[in-house]
């Protein structure tokens, strides 16, 4: 058991008043020696007094506010932790590159994207998901959490103008920053969303693929291909002449170097992207134990009835006094 | 209290007075009455208006008769009362209240026949403040009463009457126990005893609220007048019998403690009348 306010059970001993005070409205008789002894009356005298201490400790113990810990129960799912990284720079408000196929012809990439994990997210009721944007910095969203409502409003409030840069590098670590304050559930993915992709210095590098291999995370990129990109699957590709590989390329070619998962996307039209997040949605189905919390019960409301019933008691008892004497 | 209003009761006593001054009371002081107690020769009785011309002729021995009477003498009359906690028990009427009109009664009917009225209050011990000295001169006692009408008593018992004895007259004398002899009976009975010289009438003061007209149901809170003890009280038909029968317990003792003491009691409830006690002087007090 359980109180809210502990401090206010120091008034307990109150609850003793009715039994050591005598009442104040009696009347005066001659002499009560003279009266002959009666159990019923005595008893009655002696249920008034534990009546009134009864409705005090009652009133005093809800105010006090008992209830029962909450209890944590262990349930086996289906879900993952998914940390959503969604690219906000200023070219994922472009429509894709098979637009005209798709016959959606408005819609940019990030209103797709949006779309489609709104829609993911509420396929996958048992995951925990947490949300970064990035565009020349990471911005911190909503950390890992059960709350659809909230990353549904995340993920709604992720669209609008961004800027130019694409800084992934800040963008993975800081969602690899989520991971370390959630105890691991089994199943870890970061979903990184971009188009194009940035240089990462040696230093986020090495970063990452610690981060990734020590928290166990597997990494799915979607890459809203650019129409006329590279693909970051051409194997055959060969830049110019003293000029570095495209930065995408060489991001991919890092991440196949990582020792956690890895599962590359390449999407150009919101169908294919539908495809590659149905593909995580499968993947991503290990059976996770995670803690669901059960409230303890409150019994305020019980303590306050009892309280009322007592006093509802001593007031019928109230009824039946004397109040005509003589 | 107005004179106009106070009620008179004539008693009498059953016993010869030693009291020197005139009264109206059977005495035994010789003197000038209508007592004829006998004869004594003039010469051990000197008073030539009493010779017995008859006596003188029939005697033998020619010896001049006089004849003696007894004078009719006072007798002290005293109220002594009860202040204890249960005296102010207000039922009907409130007991002191009551106590009151019989100071003032017997005071005005003592001072009527010229007897000395005086007033002895107690509680625990017998209370200097509640006296008033044996006297003729009523009037202070008139006051006295009324300071008793508006007396509120404490929590407090009734054990001074042990002492009342002390503060009366060493002669015989008529004392009018006022009180509602709420006390254990043994302690009673140790009390009377002191007063055994005296000729007491208890006046028993009970009030019809303590027992006859006690509420039909329900439930009370009852704090005892001399002790302060709480009490709650479920009073129902049957608790209410026993009550009753507890109090008519009581009386068939108390008039039996009263009579092996040679006192009956007077019970006075439902206010007192002074033909009631003129009544009782007649019934129990041969003249």
Redesign the interface.
């Known amino acids: 058991m359980l109180f809210n306010t502990y401090w206010v059970l120091f008034l307990l001993p109150l609850a003793a008043l009715p039994l050591l005070l005598e009442r104040t409205h009696s009347r005066t008789y001659s002499w009560t020696q003279l009266l002959p002894r009666d159990r019923l009356s005595d008893l009655m005298g002696l249920l008034l007094k534990i009546l009134a201490a009864l409705a005090l400790l009652f009133i005093i113990l809800g105010i006090a506010g008992p209830h029962t810990a909450a209890q944590k129960v262990e349930k086996v799912g289906e879900g993952a932790q998914i940390v959503l990284t969604i690219d906000r720079s200023a070219s994922m408000d472009d429509p894709f590159s098979g637009a005209m196929i798709s016959g959606r012809a408005g819609e940019s990439k990030s209103a797709a994207a949006r779309r489609l994990i709104t829609d993911f997210v509420s396929q996958r009721k048992n995951d925990m998901f947490g949300m970064v944007t990035f565009s020349n910095s990471a911005m911190y969203v909503m950390p890992l959490t059960q709350s659809r409502e909230a990353i549904l409003a995340a993920i709604d409030a992720a669209g609008g103008p961004g800027l130019f840069q694409t800084n992934i590098g800040s963008g993975l670590t800081t969602a690899l920053g989520m991971f370390a304050k959630t105890p691991d559930s089994g199943s870890r993915a970061l979903v990184l969303l971009s188009d194009g992709a940035g240089r990462m210095g040696t230093d986020a590098q090495q970063k990452i693929r610690d981060w990734l291999d020590r928290m166990n995370v597997t990494l799915y990129w979607i890459v809203l291909r650019q129409p006329g990109a590279i693909s970051i699957f051409d194997e055959e590709y060969k830049p110019p002449e003293d000029q570095p590989l495209p930065p995408s390329i060489e991001l991919h070619q890092y991440f196949k170097t990582l020792r956690s998962g890895y599962q590359p996307y390449e999407a150009d039209d919101p169908q294919s992207l539908a495809l590659a997040i149905d593909d995580i949605n499968r993947k991503e189905m290990k059976p996770i134990r995670y803690m669901e919390q059960i409230p303890g019960n409150d019994f305020t409301s019980h303590c306050f009835a009892l309280a009322a019933l007592m006093i509802a008691a001593l007031l019928g008892i109230k009824l039946l006094e004397v109040k005509t004497w003589r | 209290m107005i004179e106009g209003q106070i009620k008179e009761f004539t008693y009498q006593i059953g016993w010869r007075s030693r009291g020197r001054h005139p009264g109206r009371h059977a005495s035994a002081q010789r003197g000038l009455g209508m007592d004829f107690r006998g004869h004594a020769p003039l010469i051990s009785y000197p008073d030539p208006r009493r010779i017995d011309i008859r006596q003188t002729i029939r005697d033998p021995f020619d010896q001049v008769w006089v004849r003696i009477f007894n004078q009719r003498s006072a007798v002290p009359v005293f109220v002594a009362c009860d202040l204890s906690g ?1 005296m ?2 207000s ?2 009427m409130r ?1 002191l209240e009551i106590a009151a009109e019989i100071t003032a009664s017997a005071a005005y009917s003592a001072f009527r026949v010229n007897d000395p009225f005086g007033f002895i209050g107690f509680d625990e011990q017998v209370r200097e403040d509640w006296m008033f000295m044996s006297s003729t001169k009523v009037h202070g006692a008139f006051e006295l009463t009324e300071r008793l009408a508006a007396h509120r008593p404490g929590h407090i018992g009734a054990a001074g009457l042990n002492d009342v004895s002390q503060y009366l007259p060493r002669e015989r004398s008529l004392v009018l126990l006022v009180s ?1 002899f ?1 006390t254990p009976l043994e302690q009673l009975e140790r009390h009377l005893g002191s007063l055994m010289r005296h000729h007491v009438v208890p006046l028993i003061l009970w ?1 019809a ?2 027992y006859r ?3 039909e ?11 302060g ?8 038909k049957n ?1 209410r019998e ?2 009753l ?3 008519d317990d ?1 009386r068939s003792a108390l008039e039996k403690l009263f009579m092996r003491f040679d006192m009956p009691p007077l019970f006075i409830e439902d206010g007192f009348e002074a033909d009631d006690l003129t009544e009782y002087f007649y019934q129990f007090v041969a003249a």
């Open positions: 249960s102010g028990f039922g009907q007991k509602d709420h009030d609220a303590e007209n006690l509420p149901f329900g439930i009370a809170s009852v704090t005892d007048c001399e002790t003890a709480r009490r709650t009280l479920f009073l129902r608790f026993r009550i029968q507890a109090f009581r």
